[in-house]
């Protein structure tokens, strides 16, 4: 069988976490990251990753809800659980946009090194002028450039981690481009595993073109099998245009998985957790990311509204735009109507991540399925518990992976990239 590779995602910022879960626990101390990572370790996760936001977002004026205020920056924090783990990657979520990269490849090379060779960036973009108010550049890139930075940043760090030779000698390195013009001496030896792993998040054509040309994995989203086969068809596809091979890629959707002792009492699980996560003040907050107006007069329980939304609004701050929000709310109409859905209903339904319910047997097939059907390589699962959402799934469903030899049953070496089963960087000194 094709080997599965795994990951988890610590909850947040998100509408995945469940608050009010008698076991839902602190979302910012360190013993809850600590938890979480060793859960992972234990299961033999290939990483342990960390999403990250550079501002709290708003609401209609006011910090929003769902979001978590004092968390930890993500590669502070990975330093510290590299002194707890052994063999776990460790991944943090670092904005392309608003930093520079000297600095950044000079913390993600210590964090490879102080890990002995587990470092991962999460590379993500951000053209937004809210977010940007707190950096001197302010907003001024431009949408349309943020792809185009994010690749010079990416190729700019790789010269770095490329300017000390395998044997240990720093050179000098110069780089001259449209985004940078930086030229020194970089302070950090060539790193445990050559460069820390490359993941890019994202499903727009630009996100797919990024990463074949310079993720080593893709964390991505989709629904159903087919829209899986799809995705992972197209993006491997434009590997070969970069002189890349389909392994040097791996396909990595963020999932949830609900589990019970049948398929049955796993559905009724993740119906009492989906209303969980979309409460009635949940389902109105979706609802006006979409709609870009104050709709709190409405009733949550009843139809959606009959107006439309508005395209130019600045209601929702720092969270990502719809992209269409017109053709979002015709869908939701379509799906309400069809169903007879009120507003709440909808939303559960319209915003469910794709989900793997039922007994561990029934899980573990599936995801071998999904697998085995190159609709993914692997998967990044989003517990929607702090911090043991993980604990069912490394007991329950790991030890059926392994006895079907989709999965490890052991880490056979020491860095991400040998979990991942990518090869050291070429040095091009």
Same mark, same amino acid.
């Given at each position: 069988m094709k080997q599965m590779h795994l990951a988890a995602h610590f909850p947040g910022v998100n509408s995945t976490t469940v608050w009010a879960d008698p076991r839902s626990g602190s979302q910012i101390d360190f013993a809850s990251f600590e938890h979480l990572a060793r859960t992972a370790e234990r299961g033999k996760f290939d990483f342990f990753f960390l999403a990250e936001?550079?501002?709290?977002?708003?609401h209609n004026g006011r910090i929003h809800d769902l979001d978590v205020v004092g968390r930890p920056e993500s590669l502070t924090l990975l330093n510290a659980l590299a002194?707890? @783990?052994? &063999?776990?990657?460790?991944?943090?979520t670092v904005n392309a946009t608003f930093n520079e990269p000297y600095e950044l490849a000079r913390r993600l090379a210590t964090l490879?090194?102080?890990s002995e060779g587990r470092a991962a960036w999460n590379v993500v973009t951000s053209s937004d002028a809210f977010t940007g108010e707190n950096f001197r550049r302010g907003g001024y890139l431009d949408r349309a450039d943020r792809y185009t930075r994010a690749a010079e940043f990416v190729a700019t760090a790789r010269e770095l981690w490329?300017?000390?030779?395998?044997?240990? @000698?720093? &050179?000098?390195f110069a780089h001259t481009g449209r985004h940078f013009d930086i030229s020194?001496?970089?302070?950090?030896?060539r790193s445990p595993q050559g460069h820390p792993v490359v993941i890019q998040a994202g499903d727009s054509d630009e996100g797919r073109e990024f990463a074949a040309s310079a993720a080593d994995v893709i964390f991505t989203r989709h629904g159903t099998l087919e829209a899986g086969q799809a995705f992972y068809a197209d993006v491997k596809a434009r590997l070969a245009k970069y002189g890349r091979r389909p392994g040097d890629l791996t396909i990595m959707p963020g999932v949830t998985v609900v589990l019970g002792d049948t398929d049955a009492e796993a559905q009724e699980n993740a119906t009492e957790i989906r209303h969980l996560q979309v409460s009635p003040q949940n389902a109105l907050l979706a609802l006006e990311q979409v709609w870009g107006r104050d709709l709190s007069s409405y009733d949550p329980d009843g139809p959606l509204p009959d107006i439309d939304p508005d395209p130019e609004s600045d209601l929702v701050q720092g969270r990502v735009k719809v992209a269409d929000p017109l053709a979002v709310a015709a869908k939701w109409r379509a799906l309400s109507e069809a169903k007879g859905l009120s507003i709440r209903q909808t939303v559960v339904e319209a915003t469910a991540r794709q989900s793997f319910i039922g007994s561990p047997r029934t899980v573990a097939g599936e995801l071998e399925a999904f697998v085995e059907a190159e609709a993914a390589d692997g998967f990044i699962l989003v517990p929607h518990l702090t911090p043991g959402g993980l604990d069912d799934f490394v007991d329950r469903v790991v030890p059926l992976l392994q006895e079907r030899g989709s999965f490890r049953s052991e880490y056979t070496g020491t860095t991400l990239r040998s979990h991942l089963g990518h090869a050291e960087p070429v040095w091009k000194g």
């Open positions: 936001g550079l501002r709290l977002r708003e002194a707890v @783990t052994d &063999r776990l990657g460790l991944a943090a490879d090194h102080l490329d300017s000390w030779a395998p044997d240990g @000698t720093p &050179r000098p020194g001496e970089f302070t950090v030896p």
